[in-house]
């Protein structure tokens, strides 16, 4: 193994002028390189700086391969700043928070000036505003969710009787309706933009799709309605014209009974004897169910209309 060859030249001559004599060494290649100081300079080392803000200075321990944004981590502990408001300067120059303190030239002991940065604040304020903006709608357009998730089940089970024939209260189903349209004023009075507003629309959709259900079941319960008023309003007539014409056959056999009396008694004949038995029980019964009535026989006569 070929052993590596050190030496020190007294100066360099560049460009006519001279510089100042260095140690140099040999790499086995033959090329002459500038010896280093310190032959563990690869591996991360603990480095001491010194920062002034205003008019105090803070001495910090930290990694020399460390970034100036986990620098500025560091000193938001100890000045209240937040690390997005603070801006470092090293040799007069800002250095951005994705710089690394060992490229940038940062050795021990090194001293750099801390600085608020106003534009920073700014921005950042404004983005915390529109983040909570953000946060306020999608916690309202969740609780509307759960709202229009309860009136669903409403809907469904107006549905479900509906569609069975059943029927259902018209306000039950105006109440229902304006509820929904509730919601959907509260959706249309929120203001956002990307995810927000796509979900305040699929929460729009849902709702003017319950509120087109509730207006179909709202003209089959209507409908329904009138079939079950026409059917009570001919029953009633039809029983009362039964009624009357029932009236009028009692009186008019009222009438035929003394006729009959004084024509048989006139006659002087026996009766005759039947032994058709049904006849003569009907026709006591109606005697009977006569009896109790005694209607008053009509003034005028009436005309039925079927």
């Not at 969710?145 to 009787?161: K, Y």
């Not at 018209?170 to 919601?183: A, C, D, F, G, T």
């Not at 009766?271 to 006569?290: L, R």
Request: proline fraction near 4%; aromatic fraction near 6%.
């Amino acid at each position: 193994m070929m052993k590596m060859n050190t030496g020190t030249t007294p100066s360099l001559s560049v460009g006519g002028g001279g510089v100042s004599g260095n140690e140099w060494e040999s790499r086995p290649g033959g090329m002459v390189v500038q010896r280093r100081t310190d032959q563990t300079s690869d591996a991360p080392r603990v480095i001491r700086v010194r920062v002034k803000y205003l008019s105090v200075y803070h001495e910090i321990n930290i990694n020399s391969q460390s970034s100036f944004g986990e620098l500025k981590k560091v000193l938001s502990g100890q000045t209240g700043l937040h690390h997005e408001d603070m801006k470092i300067l090293y040799k007069d120059k800002e250095r951005d928070s994705k710089m690394f303190l060992d490229l940038c030239g940062v050795k021990d002991r090194s001293k750099l000036v801390l600085k608020e940065d106003p534009m920073a604040q700014e921005k950042r304020l404004l983005e915390k505003r529109r983040n909570a903006v953000v946060e306020k709608a999608m916690k309202s357009i969740a609780d509307i969710g759960l709202e229009v998730d309860r009136l669903a089940g409403q809907v469904s089970a107006f549905e479900t009787v509906i569609n069975k024939g059943g029927k259902v209260e018209e306000k039950s189903l105006v109440n229902l309706i304006e509820m929904l349209m509730n919601q959907l004023l509260r959706l249309d009075a929120i203001t956002a933009d990307g995810d927000v507003k796509l979900k305040r629309k699929m929460q729009v959709k849902r709702v003017q799709t319950y509120v087109e259900t509730l207006d179909v079941l709202k003209v089959k319960n209507s409908t329904k309605k009138v079939d079950i008023n026409k059917s009570v309003r001919h029953k009633p007539q039809t029983q009362t014209h039964y009624q009357q014409r029932d009236l009028l056959s009692f009186v008019d056999e009222e009438e035929e009974e003394p006729r009959r009396d004084s024509g048989a008694s006139s006659s002087g004949t026996p009766a005759v004897v039947t032994n058709d038995w049904e006849k003569m029980f009907d026709s006591t019964s109606a005697a009977k169910a006569v009896e109790p009535v005694k209607p008053v026989p009509p003034r005028f006569k009436w005309e039925f209309f079927d």
